[in-house]
Structure formats: structure tokens, C-alpha cells
Nanobody, 122 residues
Framework: QVHLVESGGGLVQAGGSLRLSCAASGLTFSSYVMGWFRQAPGKEREFVTGIHWSGAYRNYADSVKGRFTISRDNTKNAVYLQMNSLKPEDTAVYYC???????????????WGQGTQVTVSS
């Protein structure tokens, strides 16, 4: 059974930083594209960033470029999201997801974590 477990969320002031982690089990982690998505209250789930199984290719939503960095460690079955210069509009539940296509469409991802709340105060 596949499990993706996010951690590292919390409350931070605007301009601060957080590092999210996602621990994966039950799948051949190094074969999967990993993505981070977020969902704010009353809004659709949106793509934040994705990373190729090799770690060589990364893509980001325009709203987070230059502030967020995705990385992965295939030896630990983990993916990370370093979030700097956080803004109140970054407030959302953040989800990690695993799939085979490095795309922004959440429907293309096969497995999802339960999410972790990130709240940025102004």
C-alpha cells in the first residue's frame, strides 16, 4: 500500500521560510515524478512544483518561482519543498503527489498525501 506523508507545515510570518517534507513508502519512489500542490479554502487545488524521477528537471508555478525550491532524495524516498519569502497568499494545505508525468494537472497523479497546513500571517 502506498503512503505519502507530508510534514513541516505550520504558522509563519510573511517573509519567513518553511521546509516541507514528504516521506513515501509502498512504491518504487525513484520511478515516480513527484509534485507539490496546494489548496486554499474555496479554491481549486493548484500545481506548485514538480520534479523528475532523476531530479534533473524541475518546474514551478509562476507564483512561486524564485521563492520555492523542490528537491528529492531517492535514497530516503523523500521529496522536499523549501519555501522562502512566504506571502499570505501562500496560505493553503500543501499536498505531495506521485505520478508518471511531470505536469501540472492533478488528475495525472496517482498517489496523494493527506496534506499539511501552511499559514502565513501578514
Amino acid at each position: 500500500q502506498v503512503h505519502l506523508v507530508e510534514s513541516g507545515g505550520g504558522l509563519v510570518q510573511a517573509g519567513g521560510s518553511l521546509r516541507l517534507s514528504c516521506a513515501a513508502s509502498g512504491l518504487t519512489f525513484s520511478s515516480y515524478v513527484m509534485g507539490w500542490f496546494r489548496q486554499a479554502p474555496g479554491k481549486e487545488r493548484e500545481f506548485v512544483t514538480g520534479i523528475h524521477w532523476s531530479g534533473a528537471y524541475r518546474n514551478y508555478a509562476d507564483s512561486v518561482k524564485g521563492r520555492f525550491t523542490i528537491s528529492r532524495d531517492n535514497t530516503k524516498n523523500a521529496v522536499y519543498l523549501q519555501m522562502n519569502s512566504l506571502k499570505p497568499e501562500d496560505t493553503a494545505v500543501y499536498y505531495c503527489a506521485a505520478g508518471y508525468l511531470q505536469v501540472g494537472d492533478p488528475r495525472k497523479y496517482d498517489y496523494w498525501g493527506q496534506g499539511t497546513q501552511v499559514t502565513v500571517s501578514s
